[in-house]
């Protein structure tokens, strides 16, 4: 997944589990972006640690275009090489079953912990980004909730309930482009395609639409990269996993001097969608693949889309529960987050992700007009 995909398409005979675990990492990384930025971290060290590439365990926002690449990378799969037919609705049907339902309980449960469990009184100690967050009353946000709910119909502000909404709002948007870009790279040479997507963001398209554009791509010629990387002797694969890591979290790595600010962030957005790539070439082709293939990490991909929706609004609810008295009383705040994050993520896969799943492939097949529109 992108973090929302499995990585198991619906269709798809092959389950690449290192996805998965990847997936469940890359969810990790994003609560302790958010722990990080929950607490007032200052001093040189830290500094000096968050310009590393040590930043690579609490880099959120490189974490969150890995999900984007991933999700072009997993949805296309199945319809690459014209193995077999797009169903262009039930394409549909089956990202919004995917995503809207979870999403639906995460929202709703945010309302309830915000109304009645939250504790405004107790974060005066945290961050500033923190306390602004949940600073508003239910009974005058009636219209932005409902806005909420609806998801991408309405606009609304994403920071008001659940933060982490906002790349949701781009997954599905996307979603409805995917296949057009499925269409394109099956239909013309590697050349032309990259072409295609760099006019495209250099005449403006966004460039999220490019992370999942090069998601597409990286299926399409996967296998044929990973047939080198297979043969690669192990100096190679190290430096190429170096290189990974330093492109993933360029934004704090590189120094590009007094380039513009836009397109200082703009490059390393482009960098930091490289060293995501290959991080899955890397996963999928080379001995990278057995550390993945445990229990604890394939658990994490499993849950790590609910575990994405609800850590932040329950690290917020248990940071207000146990007042900040010292540094000391952040370890039990992070560990207990975590736990109750893993718990109701768990209940929320097996209990919403799954049957909503299920619901969708079912409806798919039993209704002939999902499956009307097809490219081959």
């Not at 949701?168 to 995917?178: A, N, T, V």
């Not at 097996?350 to 909503?356: G, N, R, S, V, Y």
Request: one cysteine or more; glycine letters at 4%; aromatic letters at 18%.
């Amino acid at each position: 997944m992108d973090i929302i995909e499995n990585s198991k398409n619906i269709h798809d005979s092959k389950r690449y589990h290192e996805l998965d675990s990847l997936r469940g990492i890359a969810s990790l990384t994003v609560f302790f972006s958010h722990f990080v930025l929950c607490n007032v971290v200052t001093g040189p060290l830290y500094v000096k640690v968050r310009m590393s590439p040590l930043h690579l365990f609490w880099d959120g926002e490189s974490a969150v275009l890995f999900f984007f690449v991933l999700s072009g990378f997993v949805l296309s799969l199945p319809y690459l090489n014209k193995e077999r037919p797009l169903e262009l609705l039930s394409f549909y049907l089956k990202r919004i079953f995917r995503i809207y339902p979870a999403f639906l309980a995460a929202i709703l449960l945010c309302i309830a912990l915000k109304h009645f469990l939250y504790r405004p009184d107790n974060m005066q100690y945290y961050s500033e980004w923190l306390r602004n967050i949940w600073n508003w009353v239910l009974k005058d946000k009636k219209a932005q909730v409902w806005n909420t709910l609806s998801f991408i119909i309405c606009d609304y502000n994403t920071n008001l309930i659940d933060p982490v909404i906002w790349s949701l709002l781009i997954e599905m948007r996307i979603s409805f482009l995917i296949p057009f870009f499925i269409i394109s790279i099956n239909k013309n040479a590697l050349m032309f395609n990259m072409l295609f997507i760099v006019v495209l963001l250099y005449l403006g398209a966004d460039f999220y639409i490019g992370t999942f554009y090069f998601g597409v791509l990286l299926g399409k010629y996967h296998q044929a990269i990973g047939a080198y990387l297979k043969k690669a002797p192990g100096m190679v694969v190290a430096i190429l996993f170096i290189a990974a890591i330093l492109l993933y979290t360029s934004r704090y790595t590189f120094d590009l001097g007094n380039t513009p600010e836009t397109e200082r962030n703009q490059f390393r957005f482009y960098l930091s969608t490289l060293g995501c790539c290959l991080f899955i070439l890397l996963a999928l082709h080379t001995n990278f693949s057995r550390l993945l293939k445990n229990k604890v990490c394939l658990f994490l991909g499993n849950i790590s889309y609910s575990f994405y929706l609800i850590h932040l609004p329950v690290l917020i609810t248990i940071a207000s529960l146990f007042p900040y008295k010292n540094n000391y009383s952040l370890v039990p705040i992070l560990f207990i987050s975590l736990g109750v994050a893993w718990i109701i993520s768990f209940i929320m896969y097996k209990c919403i992700e799954l049957p909503f799943q299920q619901l969708a492939s079912y409806l798919s097949k039993r209704f002939s007009f999902w499956s009307r529109i097809k490219f081959k």
